[in-house]
């Protein structure tokens, strides 16, 4: 009897591609939007509080006397962005900007208290740039959610 080798059996890859795993497609609607897109939509984020919190909260430094933003002020208005525009456009600016919007792993509306604990985590900063294999941050999974090109 010849031997028995595995060269001819082909094993299926665990996970071939982002997203696999959660049944979404490997590319375009519905595909994992991957890390450029969420960083350029968190920079977009960022700016626009940052501007908005210089706009209405800004004071001059004690020292200089150049008008800088106060950064508790930016803060909350970030997390509030988050927080409103995620159930109610199903993404923050930044994300709908770049084609994304935020959903729930097994489909459908993210509803009212996810984008709480997600913001909060994000805040953290750790959970966001800790990622598994699907490319989603523990301050997604935590929630159950999942960011999707559009």
Do not use: C
């Not at 665990?14 to 049944?23: F, W």
């Not at 200089?64 to 109610?88: D, E, K, M, R």
């Amino acid at each position: 009897m010849a031997p028995i080798t595995l060269d001819a059996v082909s094993l299926p890859a665990e996970n071939e591609y982002p997203g696999q795993r959660l049944g979404l497609p490997r590319e375009g609607r519905g595909s994992i939007a991957r890390p450029g897109r969420r960083i350029a939509a968190l920079l977009i984020d960022v700016a626009s509080a940052g501007l908005i919190g210089y706009a209405f909260f800004s004071a001059p430094d004690p020292v200089t006397g150049v008008p800088f933003a106060n950064p508790i002020a930016t803060n909350l208005i970030f997390f509030a962005v988050q927080i409103l525009f995620i159930p109610l456009l199903g993404g923050s600016p930044g994300h709908r900007i770049m084609g994304m919007r935020l959903e729930l792993a097994s489909g459908g509306w993210v509803g009212v208290w996810r984008p709480i604990v997600r913001t909060v985590l994000l805040a953290l900063i750790i959970p966001a740039v800790v990622w598994d294999a699907d490319q989603r941050g523990l301050h997604d999974k935590v929630v159950g959610t999942v960011l999707v090109r559009t």
